[in-house]
């Protein structure tokens, strides 16, 4: 498996408040319904202007306008915690 076939989660702040950012970390299963539910409600309870969403099997790409310091609020949305 090459370094471009890791199961990865993108997220790309558009926001003109913040510091665009893109993030990026390599978690696997993120097709899963669990995770899918965790991050969609995350992006409720955040308010984000989702400008796109991609989601396979191995990767998931969001482009959205998200509020200051969300990347603190992301890993428990990720990761169940």
């Not at 970390?25 to 993120?30: F, Q």
């Not at 998200?66 to 990347?71: G, I, N």
């Amino acid at each position: 498996m090459s370094t471009n076939d890791q199961p990865s989660v993108t997220i790309i702040n558009i926001d003109s408040e913040t510091t665009p950012t893109i993030f990026r970390v390599d978690k696997g299963n993120v097709g899963s319904a669990e995770i899918l539910l965790r991050i969609a409600k995350w992006l409720k309870d955040e308010d984000a202007l989702i400008v796109n969403l991609t989601v396979s099997p191995t990767n998931l790409c969001v482009v959205a306008a998200l509020k200051q310091d969300w990347m603190a609020r992301f890993g428990p949305a990720l990761h169940g915690t």
